[in-house]
């Protein structure tokens, strides 16, 4: 039945994403982070959406008539260096070089989509719409996953699709927390227009929170918490934002499964803990990896190379301040670096780490910065809004993948895009500069006296 209806959506979809190349981008995110083959499972399975959806989005594009002008910014510029700079690091890489190039691959096709979202993006129309997809991708799956979790008192554990870049729980978990801003911004833009959207986005955002719960992840955890923290303080509705928390909480509180429990308790103890302690270890063994090749790394993956994982581990005690506890390298398998932060340090070297970090910490400032420009020049309440909140979606990312091997996710690249175009294009739109309005002004003035 899904492939039946698959395939006869799927002409009009190609059809609407050929006259319009921001439903074809949108189109592009949903695949991403969806992850449409599977759901099929018949003649539908064969088909690569993404492929698909990604090249009609791009040929649409290039038909298109009055292209928007090309605009990254400084921040723009400081993403596709350090797309550069990974692409020196696996041309020098200590790991396995096939290795290297397929996830070197994976990221350029990151980077493609970055870069189409800053070429194709320049209305409000276009921003909603991706992030509507976003919340068809990861808030479908939260709404379905969480439904299991509540119905079966707390059980059922949420994962990922097995071979999606989503797979894995704690990854999940993060992605949630990234959308739940998404969510509250698009009920307040649509929630007035729509009680069906209404009450579907308010039940999408409660399921993200269990959905969070139900993957049992101590950093979504953690990065729910800072998160729901962050939204109060920043929200206009206090009372409201409240309330519902206090109700999620005695739900949750019913639902959530003592091993759930126990493994938050363990964050009080996490020195004591074998596998954070682990991880620990992981972040040394990248640091040495740092220090021996500072300036472009080991490449992609190179840690997860049991090799190079062995012959770090003869440097061991060489940094005795890195305190791990009682735990020394593992000496049968490789780990992951498990942190966005340690794995670029071991990935690309200090530069790369550097680089990583200006993109994500100038993403969050200039969000900030649209949402004061926003207020002081009088602009939509909604411009303020959706600022802010991919402010929080960026903070919530930057905190709860400091635990995750999660650095080259496709959904805070498309985010920091967003934040570039909204200040390159929608913010001078919905608000001219004080320099504008004179010459518009004076322009006025001009054209209105009589003609000697």
Known sequence: MRDLFMLAILPVLLYVMAKRPFIGLGM????ALFFPNGWVYGIASGIRYNLLFTGVAILAYLTMKNKPKFQPGGLGCLVFF?????TFSTMLTIGRPDVAWEIWNRFAKIIALFLFVLLIVEKKLHVDFILGCVVLSV?????????KFIMSGGNHMIHGMSGHVLGDRNELAVAFCMTLPICYYLLGEYGKRSQILRLGLMGTMALLVFGVVGTQSR??????TILAGYLFLKSERKILLGILGVALIAVIAQVASDDYVGRINTIE???????????????????????????FGGGFKSLENFPVWLELSRDFFSYPWFYTGDLLPNTQVARAAHSVYFQVLGDHGFVGLGLYMAILLFAF???????????????????????TMLQLSIFTFSVGAAALSFAYFDLIFALIGLVIVIEKRILPLAVPSPATVHASQGQRVKTSLPIQ
């Open 139 to 147: 808030g479908f799956y939260a709404n379905l996953e969480s439904l």
């Open 219 to 224: 950093g979504g955890f953690i990065a729910l």
């Open 365 to 387: 400032l200039k969000a900030g910065s649209i949402a004061r420009r926003a207020r002081q020049r009088g602009a939509p309440d909604w411009l303020r809004t959706l600022a």
């Open 269 to 295: 103890t996490a020195t004591d803990d074998a596998s954070f302690m682990g991880r620990v270890v992981a972040w040394k063994l990248s640091f040495i990896l740092a220090m021996q090749n500072p300036f």
């Open 28 to 31: 592009w995110v949903w695949t």
């Open 82 to 86: 350090f797309f550069l700079w990974t």
